[in-house]
């Protein structure tokens, strides 16, 4: 059974950094690599960051440009990085698991080609 457990949220002031945490178990980074999406209530989900780990491949949306950083270890977990987080970063944030050979592909925002989804961390953002 694929499961993929996403932790690391919490609430911060206007300024802060986190870091999610996105462990995966029943797959393996030679066959997938993590997505990061986000999404708040109302609107589509959000295309973040992808890592492939065994292609050594990463990718970020515009809207992750510059203050997200995404990483991974060799064996299960991808990680993603927040700095100077702001009000409008709040939302919950979600890992998936796409087949690695999207790495690349240019559709790796796309949740709809996602094989696997974690539960979600809520991360909110406020003074």
């Known amino acids: 059974e694929v499961q993929l457990q996403a932790s690391g949220g919490g609430s911060v002031q206007p300024g802060e950094s986190l870091t999610l945490s996105c462990t995966a178990s029943?797959?393996?980074?030679?066959?997938?690599?993590i997505g990061w999406f986000r999404q708040v209530p109302g609107k589509e989900r959000e295309g973040l960051s992808f890592?492939?780990?065994?292609?050594?491949?990463t990718k970020y949306s515009e809207a992750a440009k510059g203050r997200f950083t995404i990483t991974s270890d060799t064996k299960n977990t991808a990680f993603l990085r927040i700095d100077g987080l702001k009000p409008e970063d709040t939302a919950i944030y979600y890992c998936g698991a796409l087949m690695i050979r999207w790495a690349g592909s240019s559709f790796e925002f796309r949740p709809q080609i996602y094989s696997y989804w974690g539960q979600g961390t809520q991360v909110t953002v406020s003074s």
């Open positions: 890592i492939s780990p065994t292609e050594a491949f």
């Open positions: 029943g797959l393996t980074f030679d066959d997938y690599g």
